[in-house]
């Protein structure tokens, strides 16, 4: 398996533009996570989906983020209108539930700068 | 409830030396305590992980220490290597009903040759 693959790795956009980042989760993971990560913030998880359900979204920051999963291989977190401090780097991750707790698998994440 | 509260927030360790990462939490839910490792450009990775019914593991130079009635755990990397210079987090999760992932703020070590 390839592992959580995000794109695009970089974007750079104007403030007022739509961002849209998306995520392909490892097959056969029934978790996804969107985090947000800042130096002044550090991980901040802004929502995450079960079997394509959100589950929790009380991490998004405002009206102007919303994230999809409209199925198990693809997620989406969109940020209209953006602004300048939304500049951070967004990280997607997957995992599977089981008997125990298993390990959550990063992606290499988008870093967004909104100018 | 929901915190996990990690220290220090940035730590310089001569090579060969012992690094020691603190956690602490609230939530009595919470099952499952793995430490992240992160590289500068990449995400997050799992270095080790612990459940609250043993209170130590250790894989190679890496240990977590485990003290349930504290509610804290810590990272104690032996013989740390500038190779390990990295950005840790603590994280913290449950079994059921409270999957999401739990971070710490991180802690920037940097080992010295």
């Known amino acids: 398996d390839a592992g959580v693959i995000q794109s695009p790795r970089h974007e750079v956009t104007e403030m007022g533009q739509e961002v849209t980042l998306r995520c392909k989760p490892i097959?056969?993971?029934?978790?996804l996570f969107w985090y947000r990560q800042t130096m002044m913030r550090g991980l901040e998880l802004l929502i995450y989906?079960?079997?394509?359900?959100?589950?929790?979204d009380s991490g998004m920051p405002e009206d102007r983020f919303s994230a999809k999963m409209p199925n198990a291989s693809f997620s989406t977190l969109k940020i209209q209108p953006s602004e300048p401090r939304d500049s951070a780097v967004y990280f997607c991750a997957s995992r599977k539930t089981g008997a125990v707790n298993t390990e959550a698998f990063f992606g290499q994440g988008t870093r967004l700068t909104v100018v | 409830q929901q915190q996990v509260k990690q220290s220090p927030q940035s730590l310089i360790v001569q090579k060969g030396g012992i690094s020691i990462i603190n956690c602490a939490y609230e939530n009595t839910a919470f099952d499952y305590f793995p430490w992240y490792q992160q590289f500068p450009g990449k995400g997050p990775a799992l270095l080790i992980a612990?459940?609250?019914?043993?209170s130590e593991k250790k894989e190679g130079r890496f240990t977590i220490s485990f003290n349930k009635s504290a509610k804290q755990f810590s990272l104690h990397i032996m013989d740390s290597q500038p190779g390990d210079s990295a950005t840790y987090f603590c994280?913290?999760?449950?079994?059921?009903?409270?999957?999401?992932?739990?971070f710490g703020t991180g802690t920037r070590l940097l080992v010295s040759p």
């Open positions: 989906f079960n079997n394509n359900v959100p589950i929790d």
């Open positions: 097959s056969g993971h029934d978790y």
């Open positions: 994280a913290a999760s449950g079994d059921t009903g409270f999957q999401k992932l739990v």
């Open positions: 612990i459940r609250p019914d043993v």
